[in-house]
């Protein structure tokens, strides 16, 4: 009897709870923060807490369920303990075990680990008392406790040093935005391949981008609800576009349209302007490198590709069956360009950034939420696969319109499609699909330092000679869009 009661007294006690979850927290944190200390030089905390947070949410949850079981506060948290203890250092015990039983495989790992589990938690529940489980989670916690404040006295310097130099660097760029791009503002040129306008999406995928809409306007973005290119070929539509003038068509030779996009007016009329270019995404085709590289990556990876992340994973007892996302080459120049565009650090002053980002353009391979299809797929008979890299791309570029705006608001953004979805790789189901003038509308947006610029209407190069006009004083004709060939 004074044993229940001793169980039903440190269920209810406040200091037995306190000492249970922060005993948890210490055991579940510290491989995690461990990991974060031994690399706080390349890595950011916000990296590990994502894993951080679906541990303690595992831990909790067994925790729980062991108070009802064990009927004792301090005997939950000892098993929810050791519990956790395997499940974060899967990976040494299966070292172990397989040095021991080189035949085993994973499954023979988990069922031993569930057997020998269940064994020591039926022994903890009959033969300790909630008060000697109460002393042992006391000292479990300072244990790793101490070590968690150890590891991180040491990382502390290098740190403080990171954090220091991001935020000097950020700091600098500020006061170049203040002193300098009020005469010459940064120009963003974001062009995304095959991304609809908005009434094409409503008319043939019932899809109503009108959020979308209202967060640009929200931030000051001038929007044409009724623009066309001259055409449905992006070589075309990008050589005339980069030039201001309409002196290619769909006849004109490849070889021809090549020359003339890597040595466009626009370039060189910005850069005699004083602007550096800078190229983002896909932009071999007009002579220009790509500024993304590894180590403006936002993620820290080792050489293999993996992130702190998937190291912390592949500890743990997921780690057979985890697989970090991998990207094709295809897919990581899509990723990287988002990234890049959306990381103030790469924020220059005095820069015209081009982006040609291949996305929504097929093949697609991402759902709504970023997360790569395992095969990429040209689906267009399935509306749903342009639809969701579509819906991906749009919370993409709110992201990078919202970061420029709020490091850059003197900046100009320059959002545009060089056509609607077009469905190249199904010509049968392209012309039965789609109206050919709708597949020439695009979708176009301009930020102009918070100020009003007309745009309604405009093509893709109309919009630039209008843009030009209101910022270099220039008088540049509104020219007759050519014929959709």
Same mark, same amino acid.
């Given at each position: 009897? /004074?044993?229940?009661?001793?169980s039903n007294?440190? $269920?209810y006690? +406040?200091?037995?709870w306190? @000492?249970? %979850?922060?005993? !948890?927290?210490?055991v ?19 990296e590990?807490i ?42 040494f015990?299966?070292?172990i ?6 035949m ?6 988990y ?19 909630? /008060? ?7 000292? $479990?916690?300072? +244990?790793?406790?101490?070590? @968690?404040v %150890?590891?991180? !006295? ?5 740190i ?9 660097t ?9 002193t ?7 120009i ?13 999406m ?14 640009l ?8 609800y009724?623009?066309?290119?001259d ?42 302007k004083?602007?550096?270019i800078?190229g ?11 500024s ?19 190291i ?25 360009a988002?990234?890049?565009l ?23 391979y ?13 689906n ?12 991906f ?10 970061s420029?705006?709020s ?9 545009q ?15 039965s ?7 020439t ?14 745009i ?10 209008s843009?030009?006009?209101?910022l ?10 050519p014929?959709?060939?």
């Amino acid at each position: 009897m /004074d044993k229940v009661t001793k169980s039903n007294n440190a $269920i209810y006690g +406040v200091k037995a709870w306190i @000492i249970a %979850l922060i005993s !948890i927290f210490a055991v579940i944190s510290y491989p995690v923060l461990f990991l974060y200390f031994q690399n706080a030089e390349e890595v950011r905390f916000i990296e590990v807490i994502s894993p951080l947070f679906v541990f303690m949410a595992c831990g909790l949850i067994v925790f729980i369920i062991s108070v009802f079981i064990a009927k004792s506060v301090s005997l939950a948290a000892l098993i929810t303990n050791f519990c956790m203890l395997i499940v974060l250092n899967y990976a040494f015990i299966e070292k172990i075990v397989y040095k021991i039983f080189p035949m085993f495989y994973y499954w023979h790992v988990y069922a031993i680990l569930v057997f020998g589990f269940i064994i020591l938690a039926r022994l903890l529940y009959k033969k300790i008392s909630a /008060d000697i489980a109460n002393s042992v989670v006391l000292v $479990i916690g300072i +244990v790793f406790g101490s070590l @968690i404040v %150890l590891n991180g !006295i040491v990382a502390f310097p290098t740190i403080i040093k990171k954090i220091t130099v991001e935020n000097k660097t950020l700091e600098h760029q500020a006061e170049d935005n203040k002193t300098e791009m009020g005469e010459l503002p940064n120009i963003y040129f974001l062009l995304f391949d095959e991304y609809s306008s908005i009434d094409f999406m409503r008319k043939y995928y019932n899809y109503d981008n009108s959020a979308f809409e209202s967060h640009l306007l929200k931030d000051g973005f001038n929007i044409s609800y009724t623009s066309h290119n001259d055409s449905i070929s992006t070589t075309t539509v990008t050589t005339n576009l980069l030039n201001l003038n309409y002196i290619v068509n769909d006849k004109t030779s490849t070889i021809e349209k090549d020359f003339y996009r890597k040595n466009n007016y626009l370039f060189g009329y910005l850069n005699e302007k004083g602007y550096a270019i800078k190229g983002v995404g896909s932009v071999q085709a007009y002579g220009l490198v790509n500024s993304v590289s590894e180590k403006q990556d936002l993620s820290a990876k080792t050489v293999t590709g993996e992130t702190i992340k998937d190291i912390i994973y592949k500890n743990t007892i997921i780690r057979p069956l985890y697989k970090a996302q991998a990207y094709t080459e295809a897919q990581k120049l899509i990723i990287s360009a988002f990234e890049y565009l959306a990381d103030p650090k790469n924020y220059s002053k005095n820069s015209f950034t081009f982006a040609h980002i291949v996305c929504p353009h097929e093949p697609f391979y991402f759902n709504k939420e970023g997360i790569p299809y395992k095969n990429p797929t040209s689906n267009w008979k399935d509306d749903k696969y342009y639809l969701e890299q579509y819906i991906f791309t749009t919370n993409k570029i709110i992201e990078i319109i919202d970061s420029i705006i709020s490091n850059d608001p003197e900046s100009i953004i320059i959002l545009q499609s060089d056509h609607s979805a077009r469905a190249s790789s199904d010509p049968d189901l392209s012309s039965s699909k789609f109206l050919h003038q709708d597949k020439t509308s695009i979708f176009n947006a301009v930020y102009y330092k918070g100020e009003k610029l007309d745009i309604e209407g405009l093509s893709g190069v109309n919009t630039l000679r209008s843009l030009l006009n209101k910022l270099f004083n220039e008088n540049f004709e509104v020219i007759e869009l050519p014929s959709a060939n």
